[in-house]
């Protein structure tokens, strides 16, 4: 069962802000959600490889030839905000 | 209490590829910000990354010169942190199931060659660049930072080393021995101050005999191998006062200022990671099956200790000469240029050992960004050889050379160094020699036979060292027996 503890830690690191009364409703369902991953450990797993790809694709290669980018203005005007040719951010380290 | 430190290396390098590990953008080191960029790299909803082949291979020729055992199947995760230089709030990595494991690379300290182990070998992709705003240029303290994504997504291979390493100097040393294999492969400019190679350490201390690790620090992204070694045995002796004193070290990164020398804290608030790591959907499996590995060990270039063995076997070298040739990428390439123009393999050599690298060492550059090429050294060997000019002589032009970037014909013609082997010009000057010291004469003529060196240095005196030494010899050992 989750607790609140684990939904505001999960939140902290999504860098969410939960209100008291949404760490019950996330506490319900993500326990929901384990429990329901949780029934593939009732199944016998004996010998059987964990699945990280679901495709039997492997070895998908690019050559190494450059292709054109994007303007740096087309880059530029998606960022919230700019400052000369860079994208600017708040400071990254808080006393 | 005898104290013994436990460093472990983490090596970042980022491959010469010609276009990122994801997509086709340009890997190129500075340039306007913001302009080798695309939805990929900028982490546009619905991109998707597709694996550069090169940069799989270049990776392969890592660990195979590593001497790692290469798993048949590997696969990506994602590693979750959020960052500003890190657009998809996830780094395309490897987790536990890395391209390459258990290998060594064997490295000489203080005369003894010992393996330091190799963890891991891994494929990931670099972070955007971020310039700190405000006074120190620093992270911390700084009001707001800016973010450049040419570097974004660039190959970047981390090698891990086990903690086999014993004290700051045995790192510096593994340290050159890779960068040196690193670049022998061509897989990396191994640029530390453009940033292609960066490296972190994880160092502890513990009594010597006890076999459990002490809590380890790190130290992060130091640019030169010099500082690795200074921060090292700072936090090192850091450490063993802690100890001594009955302090507790915490697990923590530490900041070596290289201007003071002190050790500080850093990215306290940060510490507690947890990356949530899991397969990155985006991308397949990657499978080194045996054609594939025989394919890139079919394309391995020619690592130091093999070049070293052939200058030995091949150009009949001296195994000092071999080693010292091959420590350095450049400076053996320059050797060969110039031993395929000139031939005569040891000649060369003497004049690298000796001439070229007291140089280079002196005006702090590389043998591939010296003025003497390869070419203007072998015409220099060849006035030397032909006797245009005596071997000394020809030291003087070689530094002339190196300062000027004129060729040794054109220095050689302009200061008049010629060698003066014309026997009547010779004969002349040595009648005058003889005629003005008559008692060394006599001295000679009694059996002195030593004094043959004075008159040498005469006629040396008074032709600017330009005198063949050879005929001035023959020359004044015939008219002293007359």
Redesign the interface.
Known sequence: MVNHDDVRYVAG?A?LKLAEEELDRYAVQLSTILNHINKIAELDLDGVEPT??V?K????????????????EA??A?GPEV????????????? | MDYEPVIGLEIHVELSTRSKMFCGCRVEFGGEPNTRTCPVCLAHPGALPVMNRQAIRYLGRIALALDCRIPERSIFHRKNYFYPDLPKGYQISQYDQPFAVEGGLSVNVDGETATVGIERVHMEEDTAKNIHAGVSGRIAGSLYSLIDFNRSGTPLVEIVTKPHIHSPQAARSFLNRLKNTLQFLDVSDCNMEEGSLRCDANVSVRTVGDQELGVKTELKNMNSFRYIEKGLSQEIERQINMLENGERIVQQTVHFDVVTGEISPLRSKEEAHDYRYFPEPDLVPLVAAADFIAEIRGEMPELPADRARRYVSEHGLPEYDARVLTSDRELSDYYEESVSLYGDAKTVSNWIMGELLAYLNNAGVTAGECRVTPTALVELLGMVKSGDISANIGKEVFTGMCETGESATAIVQRKGLTQISDTDELESLIKQVIEENPSQVEQYRAGKEKVIGFFVGQVMKRTGGRANPQVVNRLLKERLAE
């Open positions: 690191l860098k990280s790809h495709l694709l492997t070895n998908v290669f690019r050559e190494d030839e450059p292709q054109s980018s994007i303007s740096q880059a530029l998606n400052e000369g040719n860079a994208f600017r951010v708040p400071a990254i380290v808080r006393k």
